[in-house]
């Protein structure tokens, strides 16, 4: 069971996907992602946004797709 293949959580970025930004100098750069990134969706948030997990994390929520 991971928040991975939970029925409130929604993909945000795969591990291994590429990402860009600029440096200091203004130079592009480019990385990988080292993990895969979640936005868990079980609870609303009282304020700001909802909350990002790892695929390792787990809560008491889990429900399975």
Known sequence: MT????TFSQILINKGENYSFLDPNGE???RTH???ILEC???PP???S?????T?????YFKEE
């Open 3 to 6: 928040c991975e293949r939970c």
């Open 41 to 43: 969706r079980a609870m």
């Open 50 to 54: 909802w909350p990002h997990v790892s």
């Open 46 to 48: 009282l304020a700001g």
């Open 28 to 30: 592009e750069v480019v």
């Open 34 to 36: 080292q993990q895969t």
């Open 56 to 60: 390792e994390d787990w809560c008491g």
